[in-house]
Nanobody, 120 residues
Framework: EVQFVESGGGLVQPGGSLRLSCAASGFTFSSSAMSWGRQAPGKGLEWVAGIYSDGTTHYADSVKGRFTISRDNAKNTLYLQMNSLKPEDTALYYC??????????????WGQGTQVTVSS
């Protein structure tokens, strides 16, 4: 079955960096549009960044210029490099496969998430 294993989360100080990884399996990763989403305490799921199968990337305004999404199709792995982290970035971050409606519109599958906490 489709599975995602997120890793790389943790506690980081404001201004710091983290790189999240998502190991995907159970589907043809290379042909799939992928996204990162996040859910902060008491809030709904927010789309963060997405990448199409051709490598085209898009970002939410809140993270543009600070986060970089990438993929390594040979490793079936999705990444999210997060720089200049802010307390408001604190959330559970999910790796997800996008549905036919486009990046962030609908997730066919998503993982269990990895917690990112930005605090001094």
């Amino acid at each position: 079955e489709v599975q995602f294993v997120e890793s790389g989360g943790g506690l980081v100080q404001p201004g710091g960096s983290l790189r999240l990884s998502c190991a995907a399996s159970g589907f043809t990763f290379s042909s799939s549009a992928m996204s990162w989403g996040r859910q902060a305490p008491g809030k709904g799921l927010e789309w963060v960044a997405g990448i199409y199968s051709d490598g085209t990337t898009h970002y939410a305004d809140s993270v543009k210029g600070r986060f970089t999404i990438s993929r390594d199709n040979a490793k079936n792995t999705l990444y999210l490099q997060m720089n200049s982290l802010k307390p408001e970035d604190t959330a559970l971050y999910y790796c997800a496969r996008d549905g036919i409606n486009g990046l962030g519109k609908e997730f066919d599958y998503w993982g269990q998430g990895t917690q990112v906490t930005v605090s001094s």
